[in-house]
């Protein structure tokens, strides 16, 4: 398989994982890292995934339901 059709293969995820990181990064500074460490940093990053997680989830709970449109 050639580097074009890897890149089509993996595209789907990476555009998913790609919007993750934009909105740390744009949603709650995770430009940079604040702490000194691989243990704090990654708790760090993890609590950012939670909230953002947490805050995908109200979204999907809370909008309104889509119609149903019977036949």
């Not at 243990?39 to 889509?66: C, E, F, R």
Request: charged share 25%.
């Amino acid at each position: 398989m050639g580097k074009d059709g890897y890149n089509k293969l993996v595209s789907g995820v990476r555009y998913v994982v790609e919007q993750a990181s934009g909105a740390f990064k744009r949603h709650y500074g995770a430009n940079k890292t604040r702490f000194l460490g691989v243990k704090k940093t990654h708790g760090w990053i993890t609590t950012i995934a939670i909230a953002h997680n947490l805050k995908k989830a109200a979204v999907i709970l809370y909008s309104d339901p889509p119609e149903v449109k019977c036949a």
